[in-house]
């Protein structure tokens, strides 16, 4: 007759031996076990649930689709943005410092900042990087790539309800990122339209991040009222750039 510490040795080791026969799960997170949340231990012994990292990344990937980013761009960030020139390496300066800074500008007049000139320079991709990291910063940036939102605007004039539903979207978001303003030319509509937007984003010291391919000049050129009020708002963080020899694409 076996022992009670014997049978309790026996018990652990057909225990353990069923443990290595049950197939194991497949968890798309074996930190959490696909629970989104750990529980781990205080000092005093009391439980604390925090979010998993796979769960954080989930939230932050949903808030940058909310934000009306395309997923494939979610790798335009500043780890990928290649620095091989003078101009890039401003450009990342640049963009670093703000997004650095931005909890105490953001309410000042001059809270923006912008990128323009050059086609390839990777001006979409730095104000990409700005979005994403304004996004983990707890901020919600608003997509409004140029082209494609003036054109559904005016496929909406005829509906003043879902035409200014989409015009305070672009409005009052806390920040908007402007993509290729003015991509393609800018008819007088375009132009009252574009104005409406930043002049209210203007007077309500709310911050735009802006590429163009259009330089300083050639927005105030367009309309110098808007090009005027792009300036200022983005005033020491504006960047012409100038030269064939900046494009990334001809690489």
Excluded at 49 to 54: A, D, E, S
Excluded at 115 to 123: N, R
Excluded at 227 to 249: A, T, V, Y
Aim: aromatic residues 10%; charged residues 25%; hydrophobic residues 35%.
């Amino acid at each position: 007759m076996e022992s009670i510490s014997q049978s309790v040795k026996r018990i652990k080791e057909m225990a353990l031996k069923c443990k290595e026969r049950a197939p194991k799960a497949n968890y798309s997170c074996p930190i959490c076990r696909d629970t989104g949340s750990i529980i781990t231990d205080q000092a005093d012994g009391q439980p604390i649930i925090k979010i998993c990292k796979c769960q954080q990344k989930e939230i932050l990937r949903q808030q940058w689709i909310d934000a009306g980013f395309n997923i494939m761009s979610a790798d335009r960030n500043f780890k990928t943005f290649k620095i091989d020139n003078k101009v890039s390496e401003k450009m990342k300066d640049m963009a670093m410092d703000y997004v650095e800074n931005f909890v105490a500008i953001q309410f000042n007049n001059n809270n923006s900042i912008s990128f323009l000139g050059q086609p390839g320079s990777g001006k979409t991709h730095i104000c990409m990087a700005i979005a994403l990291e304004l996004i983990k910063k707890g901020f919600y940036p608003v997509y409004f790539p140029y082209r494609e939102v003036i054109t559904e605007l005016k496929q909406n004039v005829m509906n003043p309800i879902i035409y200014q539903e989409k015009m305070n979207k672009y409005k009052k978001s806390k920040i908007l990122i402007i993509d290729d303003l003015f991509k393609g030319g800018a008819t007088e509509s375009d132009i009252r339209t574009t104005f409406d937007i930043l002049n209210y984003r203007y007077l309500n010291r709310l911050p735009i991040v802006v590429s163009s391919e259009h330089l300083s000049q050639s927005l105030l050129n367009i309309d110098y009222a808007l090009g005027g009020r792009i300036i200022e708002m983005c005033e020491n963080r504006i960047l012409d750039i100038f030269g064939e020899e900046f494009d990334k694409r001809l690489e």
